[in-house]
């Protein structure tokens, strides 16, 4: 027992001389990385999945495979920080600040006016132009849908809806929005919590961390899980080709119960009802 509990004390101590000694590599690979995508990009967030990269590849290092560390490790920390940006909120804060920006005036002029405010006079009101209210409003509508299928390494212009959307694309983007509103709804209370505050709220990491008295990593594996079963559900709209359950057999059963559950959470009528006409997002209900 003695020597177990010696050897596990050696261990702990070559993976923390590792750690310790390769975190300027994750300082190294953030900056390389931040360098190649938008400035909205939080440094903490990468920080904080490149330090459990490392933490992760120091635990299973193996001197025996003749690779050194270094180059190991920054695979790892390279992945991890790949993985984390196709987590990351689906439109950047300016986005979300115009948005809301729109949306409190749309609701003064509902409130003035006792009727939903066309785009023009909430252009009006707002002093920007008809071109740019509607460029905000896609940007929200792309963000609040489109992202999360196009986390994946192939080109999303696809994606995006074309300028002359046709009634049949409308109303698919409106039912869109229903099934990720409802998906939402769905997730786990703390997964859900999660997405609220740091996806629509604004909120940092560590603020949710401190609030829910674990470490930064903790809640962004939280998110990262909530991404995951949102992409499941958005993505088994189509019948035709559904998302396949992965990884064990308890976590898949668990995946394709919550599915099931945002199928059947609404009629397409609840969910059209979530926007307007021509595809605006109204306000979300609360979903607690």
């Known amino acids: 027992m003695i020597a177990n509990g010696t050897r596990s004390t050696e261990a702990d101590t070559a993976v923390e001389e590792l ?35 490392l933490v992760l590849s120091a635990r299973a290092f193996d001197e025996g495979r003749g690779v050194p560390f270094g180059r190991f490790a920054a695979i790892r920390i390279r992945g991890a920080l790949t993985d984390e940006l196709r987590s990351m909120d689906w439109a950047s804060r300016a986005v979300r600040g115009r948005a809301r920006s729109i949306e409190a005036v749309r609701n003064e002029l509902a409130a003035t006016l006792g009727r939903s405010a066309s785009r023009e006079e909430v252009a009006q009101t707002v002093g920007m132009s008809l071109a740019e209210v509607a460029a905000a409003d896609a940007d929200v509508q792309r963000a609040s849908v489109l992202s999360l299928q196009s986390l994946d390494s192939e080109d999303g212009a696809a994606l ?100 099931a559950a945002v199928a059947s959470r609404s009629t397409l009528a609840d969910r059209l009802a979530q926007t307007s006409l021509n595809g605006d997002p109204l306000p979300m209900r609360n979903v607690s």
């Not at 975190?23 to 920080?47: F, K, M």
């Not at 997405?195 to 939280?222: H, L, N, P, W």
């Not at 898949?252 to 919550?258: D, E, G, L, N, S």
Request: aromatic share 6%; proline share 7%; with cysteine.
């Open 160 to 259: 995006l809806p074309s300028p002359a959307s046709t009634p049949e694309a409308t109303l698919l983007l409106r039912e869109q929005i229903g099934y990720l509103r409802d998906a939402i709804a769905e997730l786990p209370e703390r997964l859900r919590t999660v997405v609220d505050e740091y996806f629509f709220q604004q909120r940092k990491m560590a603020d949710i961390a401190a609030d829910f008295g674990v470490t930064e990593s903790r809640v962004s594996q939280m998110r990262a899980e909530a991404l995951k079963l949102l992409r499941a559900a958005v993505q088994g709209m189509d019948e035709l080709t559904p998302l396949p359950a992965t990884g064990p057999r308890r976590q898949a059963a668990a995946q394709a119960t919550y599915c």
């Open 19 to 53: 750690v310790r000694t390769h975190l300027p590599l994750v300082g190294h690979i953030v900056r390389e990385t931040l360098a190649r995508v938008p400035s909205y990009v939080c440094r903490d967030d990468l920080v904080s999945a490149g330090m459990y990269a």
